[in-house]
């Protein structure tokens, strides 16, 4: 996320970032927001509805399915 995103008067916002895989194929994955903790945990709980939605979908090119890495 760009740090004006971040510097706007949001309610919430979360940020989740994940480094390159190692030798071992393992990723460092960190997570951090502001606001309001059940909202949080509402916005995380529907994106993780919409992408399990997405990665067996019959999508649309302006919503592509999603791939998991494996």
Do not use: F, W
């Not at 989740?16 to 030798?23: L, M």
């Not at 509805?49 to 399915?65: A, G, N, S, T, V």
């Amino acid at each position: 996320m760009r740090h004006d995103e971040t510097s706007k008067n949001h309610a919430c916002y979360i940020l989740i970032t994940c480094d390159h895989p190692n030798e071992e194929g393992k990723m460092e994955v960190s997570m951090s927001y502001e606001g309001d903790s059940a909202l949080v945990s509402y916005l995380i709980s529907g994106a993780q509805d919409i992408i399990e939605q997405r990665i067996d979908c019959e999508c649309d090119e302006e919503h592509p399915p999603l791939k998991m890495i494996k």
